[in-house]
């Protein structure tokens, strides 16, 4: 069965610090890829990052990076010189292709930044 | 272009009672979900359609129906209304060949 594990309920990280958030996942698909989220207090959900399970480079958006390391099955965000506005609910999510369609979601990690 | 829409935005309904959430998007997207967020957890998939006409379950499809009859709308419905089923209801599309979600802003349903 596949599975999401977000390990860190919460997380305070000091402003421009950079900050890594934790992501585990379980599938026996060859062919999968993973996603991070982010949701603010406001409610709605922002995509930050996707990677491909046959990317051979990490991906990349701005401050955001994905630490993708396949043999241990995790993919963790990475965010450098955090700001106020990183402080929201973040989540890891997986799509797999066997599936076609489903995407499932770790539970998230709140971060608050402090100034 | 809107995105995703989802109506309403709030409602609260009480036990027993039913509903429909429409969620539309006009971005001719082939995917279209349903999800629902308890507090403090992440995004379970209720029901999920992979074109007009076709619907499929997820993770958590007890108590709720689903129809695409056209492709820019994805409807939820309750047919008789628990309090389990209070949460915040979010829909999502997605194009064919491609990766990203867009999310809807979500419905926040209480049911007493």
């Known amino acids: 069965a596949q599975k999401i594990t977000q390990t860190q309920p919460g997380m305070f990280v000091q402003e421009k610090e950079a900050v890594t958030l934790d992501c585990t996942y379980d599938?026996?698909?060859?062919?999968?890829?993973l996603f991070w989220y982010k949701q603010p207090s406001s409610g709605e959900m922002i995509f930050l990052i996707y990677?491909?399970?046959?990317?051979?480079q990490n991906a990349t958006e701005g401050r955001y990076s994905l630490n993708f390391q396949k043999a241990r099955k995790s993919a963790n965000l990475v965010i450098s010189a955090s700001q106020l506005g990183d402080s929201a609910m973040y989540f890891c999510?997986?799509?797999?292709?066997?599936?076609?369609?489903?995407?499932?979601f770790g539970s998230g990690t709140r971060l608050s930044i402090r100034p | 272009n809107a995105g995703v829409t989802q109506t309403p935005k709030f409602r609260v309904l009480k036990t027993g009672q039913s509903m429909t959430l429409l969620c539309a998007q006009d971005?001719?997207?082939?995917?279209m979900y349903w999800y629902r967020q308890d507090p403090g957890m992440g995004l379970r998939l209720i029901h999920y359609?992979?074109?007009?006409?076709?619907?499929a379950k997820g993770e958590v499809p007890d108590g709720y129906n689903v129809s695409r009859l056209k492709k820019q709308n994805f409807l939820l419905g309750l047919e008789s209304a628990a309090p389990s089923q209070t949460s915040v209801y979010f829909c999502?599309?997605?194009?064919?060949?491609?990766?990203?979600?867009?999310f809807g802003p979500g419905t926040r349903l209480t049911v007493t």
């Open positions: 359609s992979v074109g007009e006409g076709t619907t």
């Open positions: 999510a997986m799509r797999w292709y066997s599936s076609a369609s489903k995407i499932i």
């Open positions: 990677q491909g399970s046959y990317d051979e």
């Open positions: 599938t026996s698909d060859q062919s999968y890829g």
């Open positions: 971005m001719n997207h082939e995917y």
């Open positions: 999502a599309s997605r194009g064919q060949g491609t990766y990203e979600q867009y």
